[in-house]
């Protein structure tokens, strides 16, 4: 009887010994090793990354745009689709089959052309590097180019920097008024229109090598504008939304505004502000 209670007794003292030995071993030792180790695994682990703000409609450009003429506008914009697709675009799409090196005459001809009205902005613009810049370019391909047919400019480093009659009106503070879609010629503005308009009088006004005066202006017309059809890939109605016309309308318009920025005086001031290093 004895020996049972003693042996369980031993029993259960060498069962309490070996779950305390099982405890010990299960806790960290410690030591200011095991401390560091484990201050260097809560560092090297990731912070908790807080929740993103939501997007409110401060951080997004307004959708509306000043669009008093939108019944002509939206006509205007159905009838440029139908004028593309069944007159514009297959003309376009037969030049497409011309030797490269030919579209690439004819494109270089016209740009060279422009060269003329950007060179007079540049000096309504008081931006005098342009201007000596494409005046430089003007100069090469009319001559080297023969007649701007080849780009030798660009090859020299002569980059192209166009700018137009509309880019001068915001240059001085014009604001480019409401949106309008012009017959044939697409989207644009008040301004923009006014512009366009001022562009071709400096042309008409120079009238290079008598290009613009004549029966020879209206077949120029005509080739430079499927030229520049053939160099855009825009379709119209391919997005495929029945809101094509809003979202035209407010890329157009977007694109307008920040190149105003650019332009303007104040614009370029705000933009330089809004790098410059906080405590400076």
């Not at 005098?128 to 180019?145: E, K, Q, S, W």
């Not at 030798?152 to 509309?166: E, I, N, V």
């Given at each position: 009887?004895?020996?049972?209670?003693?042996?369980?007794?031993?029993?259960?003292?060498?069962?309490?010994?070996?779950?305390?030995?099982?405890?010990?071993?299960?806790?960290?030792?410690?030591?200011?090793?095991?401390?560091?180790?484990?201050?260097?695994?809560?560092?090297?682990?990731?912070?908790?990354?807080?929740?993103?703000?939501?997007?409110?409609?401060?951080?997004?450009?307004?959708?509306?745009?000043?669009?008093?003429?939108?019944?002509?506008?939206?006509?205007?914009?159905?009838?440029?689709a139908r004028f593309d697709e069944n007159i514009l675009l297959p003309v376009a799409d037969q030049y497409r089959r011309l030797p490269g090196f030919i579209r690439a005459g004819v494109h270089n001809f016209?740009?060279?052309?422009?060269?003329?009205?950007?060179?007079?902005?540049?000096?309504?613009?008081?931006?005098?590097?342009?201007?000596?810049?494409?005046?430089?370019?003007?100069?090469?391909?009319?001559?080297?180019?023969?007649?701007?047919?080849?780009?030798?400019?660009?090859?020299?480093?002569?980059?192209?920097?166009?700018?137009?009659?509309?880019?001068?009106?915001?240059?001085?503070?014009?604001?480019?008024?409401?949106?309008?879609?012009?017959?044939?010629?697409?989207?644009?503005?008040?301004?923009?229109?006014?512009?366009?308009?001022?562009?071709?009088?400096?042309?008409?006004?120079?009238?290079?090598?008598?290009?613009?005066?004549?029966?020879?202006?209206?077949?120029?017309?005509?080739?430079?504008?499927?030229?520049?059809?053939?160099?855009?890939?825009?379709?119209?109605?391919?997005?495929?939304?029945?809101?094509?016309?809003?979202?035209?309308?407010?890329?157009?318009?977007?694109?307008?505004?920040?190149?105003?920025?650019?332009?303007?005086?104040?614009?370029?001031?705000?933009?330089?502000?809004?790098?410059?290093?906080?405590?400076?």
């Amino acid at each position: 009887m004895k020996l049972r209670v003693l042996t369980s007794a031993l029993l259960g003292l060498l069962a309490g010994c070996a779950t305390q030995s099982f405890s010990m071993r299960t806790l960290p030792d410690e030591t200011p090793a095991a401390d560091n180790a484990r201050a260097v695994q809560r560092a090297a682990a990731p912070a908790p990354q807080p929740a993103a703000a939501p997007v409110t409609a401060a951080d997004a450009p307004p959708l509306t745009t000043y669009d008093p003429w939108e019944r002509f506008n939206r006509f205007s914009y159905r009838f440029n689709a139908r004028f593309d697709e069944n007159i514009l675009l297959p003309v376009a799409d037969q030049y497409r089959r011309l030797p490269g090196f030919i579209r690439a005459g004819v494109h270089n001809f016209f740009s060279n052309l422009s060269e003329v009205p950007t060179v007079l902005n540049d000096a309504l613009q008081l931006q005098a590097r342009n201007g000596a810049t494409n005046v430089g370019r003007f100069v090469i391909n009319t001559t080297l180019g023969i007649g701007g047919l080849f780009d030798f400019a660009t090859r020299l480093h002569l980059a192209r920097s166009p700018t137009t009659f509309g880019n001068t009106l915001s240059r001085w503070g014009v604001h480019p008024g409401p949106f309008l879609v012009l017959p044939i010629l697409g989207p644009s503005t008040l301004r923009e229109s006014v512009g366009m308009l001022g562009d071709y009088g400096m042309s008409y006004g120079v009238n290079v090598a008598d290009l613009y005066r004549g029966d020879q202006a209206y077949a120029l017309e005509v080739v430079d504008g499927v030229d520049t059809r053939a160099n855009v890939g825009f379709r119209y109605y391919a997005t495929g939304s029945p809101f094509e016309y809003e979202i035209i309308r407010f890329l157009y318009m977007r694109k307008t505004l920040l190149e105003d920025e650019t332009l303007h005086p104040q614009g370029r001031q705000k933009n330089a502000d809004r790098k410059e290093p906080a405590g400076r």
